[in-house]
């Protein structure tokens, strides 16, 4: 009856049915745990008529041409630069650390010399890890360095991670590199912004196609199982395509140790007055056991309310109980070797696809999982075409 199961609807699994679907005439089956679609990039108004990110604030940024003009087939853009601004002290600061940040730290002169020793440094315009910057050895750009380490990144990385800067993957600071330029943005890719009516539209109309089923609150787990060289479908032994999107471990039933993540609670707080904080995103890199505050209404443009909504995000170590969710891999040799040991499982499993952030223990970005996801479909009907 289905030519392929597609397990979870978050951004991996609705692109890649899409595509096999649309392009393969594939009959598709999404199978989704939650009782929604969307992933973590879900949205839905609250009991306010605010709209909001259920999993943390979103924002599409990307530079990628073909993922911009494939995601716009089902949405529009309510377009905006994104900045963010941490609090320190009693001073809003803009973050990535950037020359207009700089000037806001230091009096005019000292400022002055500083900019040009980082533009003579790096030259202008340029993205410079903190952990790179602490390195130079002129001891003028040291100070900016260490300024910026223990101002935007110590504390707030000791809350997301539970570890200081220099003992995680330089891959992950390196995401909010200090800026050799006047740019306030968090992100410097040509397109960025949300969908105009939320992201839960824009998976709707991806997944609402004939040859596309979704079943929510389900499992894959009570629909499929996987043995060593076959995977049985309702039973019966299934050779289409399986296209896997959840933790790789939960799908061997964690046999060689859970694999560790960072999970985070929201808490939620509405406010009957215009504003709260008056910009969208709010970092606490230097005080509160949260790491940030969003306002949605910033985020999302939204007009039409009375009040507003924040939410504040807590870290935590994932323990894989009831109702927690493993949102961030965390980047290491040894989890990685944990990571390879399930990899070699799926591997004898015939036309099983690992695909996302979860399924493949990766930090990826909305943009670039729709790139994978997109190559994926297309490496599957290359290899159809050629059997
Ligand atoms: P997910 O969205 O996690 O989807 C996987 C789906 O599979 C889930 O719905 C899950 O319920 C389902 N599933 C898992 N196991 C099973 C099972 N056994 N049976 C059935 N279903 C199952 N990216 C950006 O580009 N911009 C941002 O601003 C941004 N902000 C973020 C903020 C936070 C707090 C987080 C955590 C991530 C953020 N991201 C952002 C990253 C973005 O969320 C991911 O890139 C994207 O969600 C990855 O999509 P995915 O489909 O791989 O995973
Ligand atoms: N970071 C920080 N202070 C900030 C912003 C980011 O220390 O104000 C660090 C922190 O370690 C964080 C990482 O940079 O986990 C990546 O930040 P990003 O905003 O990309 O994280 P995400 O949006 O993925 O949670």
């Known amino acids: 009856m289905y030519d392929c199961i597609v397990i979870g609807a978050g951004i991996a699994g609705a692109v890649s049915a899409r595509k096999l679907a649309e392009e393969a005439g594939k009959k598709v089956l999404v199978l989704e745990r939650r009782s929604h679609i969307g992933g973590n990039c879900y949205d839905e108004p609250d009991e306010h008529g605010i709209l909001i990110h259920n999993y943390g604030p979103h924002i599409f940024h990307t530079g990628i041409e073909e993922v911009y003009q494939y995601l716009s087939r089902f949405t529009d853009w309510y377009a905006f630069g994104h900045e963010v601004v941490a609090k320190v002290g009693d001073r809003l600061i803009p973050v990535p650390f950037n020359l207009n940040t700089l000037h806001m730290v230091y009096e005019k002169e000292k400022a002055d010399a500083l900019e040009q020793k980082l533009i003579a440094a790096y030259g202008e315009g340029s993205r410079v890890p903190i952990m790179k910057l602490r390195e130079n050895e002129d001891p003028d750009i040291r100070e900016i360095a260490q300024f910026v380490y223990e101002n935007v990144f110590l504390k707030y990385t000791m809350k997301q991670w539970g570890q200081k800067p220099e003992d995680i993957s330089p891959e992950v600071t390196g995401r909010v590199p200090v800026l050799v330029s006047y740019d306030n943005r968090y992100f410097q890719d040509k397109y960025q912004g949300v969908p105009k009516e939320g992201f839960t539209p824009m998976f709707e109309r991806m997944l609402d196609h004939e040859n596309i089923t979704v079943e929510t609150g389900v499992d894959c787990k009570e629909r499929l ?5 076959q995977i049985y479908f309702d039973g019966t032994p299934f050779d289409g395509e399986v296209i896997y999107t959840g933790a790789l471990d939960e799908l061997f039933d964690c046999q060689f140790g859970r694999l560790p993540y960072r999970s985070l609670r929201f808490d939620f707080e509405h ?11 709010v970092n606490y890199t230097v005080s509160e056991d949260f790491t940030r505050i969003t306002e949605f209404k910033y985020l999302t443009g939204q ?17 894989g109980a009831e109702g927690e969710i493993p949102y961030y891999a965390i980047l290491e040799p040894k989890n990685q ?3 390879e040991k399930y990899h070699a499982l799926a591997g004898g499993l ?16 909305i943009d670039a999982m729709t790139k994978k996801a997109m190559e994926l479909a297309d490496a599957i009907m290359a290899e159809n075409t050629k059997r």
Request: no cysteine; aromatic share 24%.
């Open 337 to 339: 070797e944990l990571y």
């Open 271 to 281: 406010y009957e007055k215009e504003s709260y904080q008056g910009h969208s995103v």
């Open 303 to 319: 007009k039409n309310t009375d009040g507003t909504t924040i939410v504040k995000e807590y870290p935590f170590a994932y323990t």
């Open 350 to 365: 015939p036309h099983f696809y690992l695909l996302g952030r979860l399924a493949e223990y990766k930090y990826y970005n």
């Open 225 to 229: 199982r996987f043995e060593e060289n």
